[in-house]
DNA sequence: ATATGTTGTGCAAACGATTGCATTCGTAAT
DNA sequence: ATTACGAATGCAATCGTTTGCACAACATAT
């Protein structure tokens, strides 16, 4: 049973004030006699003291506690953000508390109710998107907030992110530089940022290089496993099929990888596979596959330190941060030769 | 801005007492007109009123949050956990905070310490292990605990987790019924209750099949996949090295999946493997690994379902669950023919 | 002798919610 | 007229900390 600031007090016989002041104030701004400090101190290591901080909280109006709400806790891009945030708001002396939202915008409205309720001191969310009213309501409630890996542009709040134009751009043109020209795009939950800069970025590449979109080739509707493989199988029936296939997510490449080995489609043979984001196991996939890699570290460390700043000082230029993404090249693309392009082209008439 | 009882009921010209009742007393025990309750509700609503759970667990000494401790987030398998904990916990109107110790004892101490500070109703651990004098204090705490994929049989403490023993002689009996005697080992960490009782199982297997274990088969220390990766690039220079290995991890198995590949060593042609643990991907990868599956979402369930008996009741027996693990056959196992088996005794002697 | 400091400690008011025990008023039963 | 009761509400203590202010005791300076 834990006791209490008053607990000790009695024992030692002198006030609660002077327990809290050995205890927690590390101001010198009261001088505690030395023989009073060593007395309480002893007391409360005897008595097995704990603070409580909700009384603590209730009190400073502060509870060093950070809120950090992600779509899906279980996919590996999420729980490596999680991690790296722990660990950077960890250093500044700061807990944090997660939710996940499971891309689900109510779950998420309910996350935002419960941390404000719990009194954090800030809030770091990758937003499901879509909508933003209970977003509004944390600037309302004055909280401190930075968006993670979703940057939207018409909402005034700090944000930072990856560049994901550029990360589409950079997968689609290396299947254009191969020579592919019918390239397919496998999204995730339409209307998240992610998915439309994204799609946005697949969009660009193919006008700049003057190849017609063909909106059949754009399919699927969430960042799971299960989308990747119902639409890759959908992508293979068509008669006129698609050379490669540009997946939005990790989770959507498994699927379609799981599509291809059922079908006997080889990759990257008969087909070429890119994917955006790029966890711990891409590379040891078969084939290895060529990925658009997000720096993470470096996000979690800018969103921690623009959280901080707006600790601080909350009435702060807000900023919009957009990160470089990288082009692992591995072993999931194929180069179509002139000849193999036109061999498919015949093929497909 | 939050605005508090005091200040609805001054709004209304009600006292405090009513307001809260109307806000959160669930009971029907005190009767509040409806023209009270209408208008202390539009009040609330217009003053844009939140709860203040600090305030609330201060006085109900009860928070509604449950505690989660795990070795490392990033790991597929306790992002897999968190995630199904998650769920669960939520369903009994509890919340939950994580804490990541990356495999380490000490912040899994200051990670109890915060966790009982802040006053949690419930503690679900999934412990490095090695060492229990923390534990203690959570039971010294009266918080009830229980511990999850880790059960110390020397510990009076309620846990779940899977019959780790019976996992690793699925896996290692599955090797020799396919030929191989030559097997090896890469461990996770040791003296972690995961590792000791996989080891068990290894050990168990070849001397029930009365293959002498040979130690220089036995390596490793950790569970991340840097330790596959050298440990097994250290097993394929060996004079005599092993037909297969049997890894205590998915992260390991994939360290010991790029060190093959480094190697041009060929799965299962060259090296068959096996591994515990058997997240989302396994079924992915070049090959396709054999693995050992756990049950997590029961394994979840029941955890969650122990702690809330035992918040219910805390002076309840206690339990220890151990779930059936499950062998998933896939490519990366070889069959040793007769012949190639005796070359190999062969060899050895 | 008076003023001025310094040192060490305690008082009491917050912080925001909950709840057992009144209290007030009206109505019905005796 | 007295008693009893139910409905609707308020009082005040409590949960455990923090901290501005006050104060006592003593030392030092003028």
New interface residues.
Partial sequence: ??STLKDIAQKTGVSVSTVSRVLHDNTKKYKISDETQEKVKSVAKEM?Y??????R??RLQK?FEIGVIVP???N?FF??V??SL?GELRKGGY?F??Y?TDEDISIERSAI??L????VDGLIIASVGQEFSHIHKVR???IPLVMIDRCFDFLDIDSVSVDNVKGALLAVNHLIKEGHSRIAFIQGLPGTYANETRLQGYKQALDEAEIKIDEHLIVGDDFR?LNGYLETKHLLKLTSPPTAIFTAGD?IA?GA??AC?ENGVSIPKDLSLVTFDDP??T??????LTAIEQPITKMCEMAVAMLYRRMRNSDDERRKVLLEPKLNVRNSVARLSALSNITHITKKQ
Same sequence: chains 1, 2.
């Avoid at 404000?116 to 009194?119: A, D, F, P, Q």
């Fill in positions: 049973m834990s097995g704990r603070i409580n901080t909700l009384a909280g209730l509870t899906d806790i279980a590996p729980s490596a999680i991690k722990a807990n508390i997660v996940d109710k419960s404000l309720e719990k009194r309302e409630a004055k496993s989770l498994l990888l799981e080995r711990v196991f590379s040891y996939l078969s084939p290895a």
